[in-house]
């Protein structure tokens, strides 16, 4: 295990997870409507932890799924399903409930086997509009289109109350989550899954099972795609279809694009941008705006995030993380910079 | 169980027809993948936009000329033409120049995000009210035997295959077609050969965007009304043009025609004699495409690509 992480300074990693527990005390004495921004923080490390997973798919296994949200919508409905209507713990939930859409991205994966790039992103396109509309036909547990009513997690003998609890217990998961992620990467595991993005024909010449591996890929994608869809369930307490659009997909792959392909860390950071851009930044904007034309909130935030989207891809290819490694490198070279290579 | 008959063969006809529309969408997909390679996901966003201009003009015009007529839905049409040109060059400035080089995902999510801005200032612009489109042809109808065929299906059937002809033409025969074929298969050489890539690719984007705008006028009066979730049926297009195999124009029509006729049989008669389809009826078409991609990864009409290191 030694010299996994030579290449980076591990220091400052206790002190930003302490720093993620203190947040909620400091958000508490600082703002009277703390519990809001923690709500919207819970929504924003959910959604770290299907980011994650998807950008070991997307960005380190080069397999394109614009399907994620039927991943979520299928951990959040299993979820409820097995704690509300089979009466198992919420504990044991955590545990099959990820295996189960894991063997769902297993049946994805199948596909992938043969299928490429963009045919490959409308086939879990396709998945996803199916799955929708199997969630709606299987009326009798799902609720249909009406939705479903969650109960509140139990961990332990804890029950989640409020926001604040759940705080603790989402954030704890999301730590986990990105430890667990960058393992990964830092595996054979993760090397297979670069070597066959960067090429398939020369993965399979050096000795890498391409089948196995892109299965494995969806696999571990669905587990953390469950893992976020059970804390879903349980934080919303309310679910349906219109949760799990197809647009929640494509902002699932805005946000590992924003916050940059390929690193973790920036798939961190594209999520909690994304996230505080839409409940924080947009409202302020729209606001402003409102007073000249008539805009519907509805249509504006696509349009932000459209514009967003498209600047990134344009702009800055490498996203969040890749302009602050840029900078990293800038100031650590700063009298010698060659201007021109960090424009 | 003539009654099963004849009511599949009148939502065959006008299965073809909504199948032809896709086969148009499928046609502006082609065209662009034939030549730059990239997909363009805002396809069914550009016919969307084209309708709706294509409703300013008439309306404009119905103003000006005193009364709806002949002359005016021909000038709409053309002013809207003009308008597909100008939006063409627009988006390949926008999407194509910067993205020539960047890696295939980046430019599907490039389109996405056009597709996305489109519709939403679309909806901006236009208000949420829906419009309410006007036919050239009214509701007028043709009886054949024991069928009724409306002459907007008719029309649209005809308008595209007189624009599958031009194109297929246009590809096969002609210089600037020949040059696109090149560019599409090496742009790069095309280029040493003395091909202007960069006017190829414009005139591609060009004519993606009135194909668009063409399917979305010949589309909007079929929709009873108008709004931004036609451009939803950009989507339904992709598993057409996928199902021909992507990059190949008779490809395109054939699978447009197929899942025009699956969609509007299983939303009709075949939901009324069976209980189940109702339940699947707006996924059916996925479900065939998942289905023919298992078994041939290229569509129906693709050419499997041989894997170089």
Redesign the interface.
């Known amino acids: 295990m030694k010299g996994r992480y030579v290449d980076e300074n591990l220091k400052w990693i206790p002190i930003l997870i302490i720093a993620v527990y203190l947040f909620p005390f400091l958000l508490k004495s600082a703002t009277f409507s703390y519990k809001y921004y923690l709500y919207i923080l819970n929504m924003a490390g959910i959604y770290i932890i299907l980011t994650v997973g998807l950008d070991l798919l997307s960005g380190f296994t080069g397999l394109m799924s614009l399907g994620h949200a039927a991943f979520l919508a299928i951990g959040a409905y299993t979820s409820a399903i097995l704690v509300d209507q089979a009466g198992l713990p919420f504990e044991l939930s955590l545990i099959i409930t990820p295996i189960i859409v894991g063997l769902f991205g297993f049946v994805i994966g199948f596909p992938a086997l043969r299928i490429e790039g963009m045919y490959l992103g409308l086939t879990t396109m396709g998945f996803g509009f199916i799955v929708k509309r199997l969630i709606i036909a299987l009326r009798e547990w799902t609720g249909g289109s009406g939705g479903l009513q969650v109960s509140k997690a139990s961990l332990f003998g804890i029950t989640i109350k409020n926001d604040w609890d759940n705080y603790f217990m989402i954030y704890t998961f999301v730590i986990l989550a990105i430890i667990i992620a960058r393992r990964i990467v830092k595996s054979k595991l993760g090397r297979a899954f670069m070597a066959i993005r960067d090429s398939e024909q020369a993965a399979q010449a050096s000795g890498i099972n391409l089948a196995k591996y892109k299965m494995l890929s969806f696999f571990i994608s669905g587990l953390f795609a469950g893992f976020a869809g059970v804390l879903f369930a349980h934080t919303n307490h309310f679910i349906s279809t219109d949760h799990f659009d197809i647009l929640l997909s494509i902002y699932f792959i805005v946000m590992v694009l924003v916050g940059g392909m390929s690193s973790i860390y920036g798939a961190v950071l594209g999520t909690l941008f994304i996230v505080l851009m839409e409940n924080m930044f947009i409202p302020l904007f729209k606001d402003g705006l409102s007073q000249y034309m008539h805009i519907e909130a509805g249509d504006f935030q696509p349009f932000i995030f459209g514009l967003i989207m498209l600047i990134f891809i344009i702009f800055q290819p490498l996203g969040l993380y890749g302009m602050w490694l840029k900078m990293r490198i800038y100031w650590k070279l700063f009298p010698f910079n060659p201007r021109k290579r960090f424009t | 169980m003539s009654d099963l008959l004849s009511g599949l063969l009148q939502e065959s006809i006008s299965g073809i027809a909504l199948g032809c529309i896709y086969a148009l969408i499928a046609l502006g997909f082609t065209l662009i993948y034939k030549a730059t390679e990239v ?1 363009n996901f805002a396809q069914g966003e550009i016919m969307m936009v084209g309708a709706y201009v294509n409703f300013f003009f008439v309306t404009q015009f119905t103003g000006m000329a005193g009364g709806l007529n002949g002359w005016v839905f021909l000038a709409a049409l053309l002013s809207s033409i003009l308008f597909a040109v100008l939006f063409g060059i627009i988006l390949d400035y ?1 999407i194509n120049r ?2 020539k080089d ?1 890696p ?3 430019i ?3 389109t ?6 489109l ?3 679309t ?2 612009i236009a ?2 009210i829906s419009l309410v489109p006007v036919s050239p042809f009214g509701d007028s109808t043709i009886k054949a035997g024991g069928i009724v065929i409306s002459v907007l299906d008719l029309a649209i059937i005809i308008c595209a295959i007189i624009l599958m002809g031009l194109f297929f033409f246009f590809f096969n025969k002609t210089r600037w077609g020949i040059a696109m074929k090149a560019t599409s298969a090496d742009s790069e050489a095309a280029q040493l050969m003395g091909i202007p890539v960069k006017q190829v690719y414009r005139m591609v984007w060009v004519f993606a965007a009135i194909v668009g705008v063409i399917s979305g006028v010949l589309l909007a009066p079929r929709m009873a009304l108008l709004d931004t979730t036609m451009s939803f049926l950009g ?1 339904k297009a ?2 057409a043009a ?1 199902l021909g195999g ?1 990059g190949s124009i008779p490809g395109a029509v054939v699978g447009g025609i197929i899942l025009g006729i699956i969609e509007t049989v299983s939303m009709g008669t075949l939901s009324f004699h069976f209980a189940w389809i109702k ?2 009826n ?2 059916i078409v ?2 065939v ?2 289905a023919v ?2 078994i041939r ?1 290229d569509g129906l009409f693709g050419i499997a690509k041989v ?3």
């Open positions: 997909v926008i910067p993205l960047a295939v995902f980046s599907i999510m490039a996405i995000s056009l597709a996305i801005i519709r939403s200032l909806a901006m208000g949420p989507l992709f598993p996928i992507f339940e699947i707006d996924i996925w479900i495409l998942i991609l298992m990864p894997k170089r290191v």
